[in-house]
């Protein structure tokens, strides 16, 4: 059985519950999931809210993190997947969590700046979990000249304008926990490419090489990875 967390990103919401339902699937053959919602529209708006009322950043950090939760709701919906409020490992199928009570409770390495959104959040679970993670976004990975990168340390991200937030990329470097980034447009596309253990870019938390296990091996060991 493996268990992997999986970041749901609001770019998706036209087929994010799609997505989902083929974790379910998945989750039937024996795997467990996680979801850590991105913010959508919702956390949009919280940005739109303050640069016009000039709230301060604390206010629009528990605004988004409170929109993350909104997101997860409409995950939830009607996917077989269950909500939760706290981060754990689930003993099976998929969970969505609802992360403002535990972040309330404690969430040291989230500043609060724009620096730190969704995908920090993720990677805070990842690594509090010490689990693998997932980023399901609506590119084919990490970009860079006009590259799609098949492996790259976190460590050369920072300071790069990405599909991963800053945040983030420092986190994985501190906790050595790695993130697939895969295109999840297509959610039949995702799931049998996450299945496959195969696309994307795999973002090292300690840099290239086997310093630690690949996401994809992890995930399905066994798989051949060379093509």
Known sequence: ???????????????????????????????????VPGGGPMADLVREIQQRYHISEDTAHWMAILAMEEYAHFLADGTGAELIDEISRPVSGVRVLLPYRPLMKDDRELLHTWDYTSDSVAALVAARLSADLVKATDVDGVILEGEVKREIPAEELIGKGTCIDQGALRILRRSGINCLVLDGRDPERFIASLKAGKGGTLIRGRGVGRSGPDVRESLYPGIDQST
Do not use: A, N, P
């Open 1 to 35: 059985m493996t268990f992997c967390i999986v970041k749901i990103g609001g770019s998706l919401i036209e087929v994010s519950r799609d997505v989902v339902r083929g974790l379910v699937s998945l989750s039937q053959e024996g795997d467990t999931f996680l979801v």
